[in-house]
């Protein structure tokens, strides 16, 4: 059984790597404001702007990139995220890879973080309800190959060398939206600005109720940290989720 949540020490550095703004905010927001105010160095790195995620018959891509950008940057400062990264691939074309992956390694070994939290690749979808999005699928695969081994493996991208972007091993990876987590994070405390965040992406979140849902979402995540007697879910109220790896 993973080491409680509430007294194991946040990673010291953290890079949450997502695929479109607003993915991070949606599943781990809690555990950033967390973290955060823990005290760790976090950075947010996402493989996209966003450019397709409107249906105004008047937007335009590069318009709605820069609206985008600007949302993210937002929601970090609520959440006490150090910076944000955008690494400039087109929204619902990612692909798992070389491009993507050297990118993604680029930012580890820049970077250097003792943690790295991303997409499962392997969520494909939830219920009758849910289909993943690609870019979800794609980001989570070139972030875990980046992870192990190219971002720790010196003649990896060896290109990288030439940029004084020295090899990096990560050692904790936290996967987000997984079907079936191991490990949980109590989020109560820090919901508030969760929504605060997920409130900064005006051009997507437009005027449905999303905090409600968030924290059924939140309690339904805690009801399943105590079934599966996880330390410390007796005292959680609303809670997030991942599949834990720590790696030697």
Not at 9 to 17: F, G, H, K, N, T
Not at 111 to 127: K, L, N, T
Not at 138 to 155: I, K, N
Not at 184 to 210: E, N, P, R, Y
Request: proline fraction near 5%.
């Amino acid at each position: 059984m993973t080491s409680d949540s509430e007294t194991r020490q946040a990673p010291q550095r953290v890079l949450v790597v997502m695929a479109h703004p607003d993915d991070p905010d949606f599943i781990c927001a809690g555990t950033v404001a967390r973290w955060a105010a823990e005290g760790s160095e976090i950075v947010y790195v996402l493989g996209t702007s966003g450019d397709k995620g409107s249906d105004d018959p008047e937007m335009t891509p590069e318009r709605l990139v820069q609206i985008r950008e600007q949302e993210q940057r937002e929601a970090a400062r609520a959440l006490g995220v150090k910076e944000v990264e955008f690494l400039g691939f087109r929204d619902a074309e990612l692909l798992p890879d070389l491009n993507l992956r050297r990118a993604i390694t680029r930012m580890i070994r820049k970077y250097r973080p003792d943690a790295v939290i991303c997409q499962d690749p392997s969520a494909r979808w939830q219920g009758q309800w849910y289909i993943q999005h690609p870019d979800h699928i794609a980001m989570g695969e070139a972030t875990l190959a980046a992870v192990y081994p190219a971002a720790r493996d010196r003649l990896t991208f060896a290109e990288l060398l030439e940029e004084g972007l020295e090899p990096h091993k990560v050692r904790e990876v936290y996967l987000a939206g997984v079907a079936e987590p191991d490990f949980w994070v109590d989020i109560t405390d820090w919901f508030d600005a969760k929504v605060a965040a997920l409130s900064a992406h005006k051009s997507q979140m437009g005027d449905w109720d999303f905090a409600t849902i968030l924290r059924q979402w939140a309690q339904d995540t805690a009801a399943q940290a105590r079934f599966h007697r996880f330390p410390g879910s007796e005292r959680m109220v609303l809670a997030e989720a991942f599949k834990y790896f720590t790696l030697d």
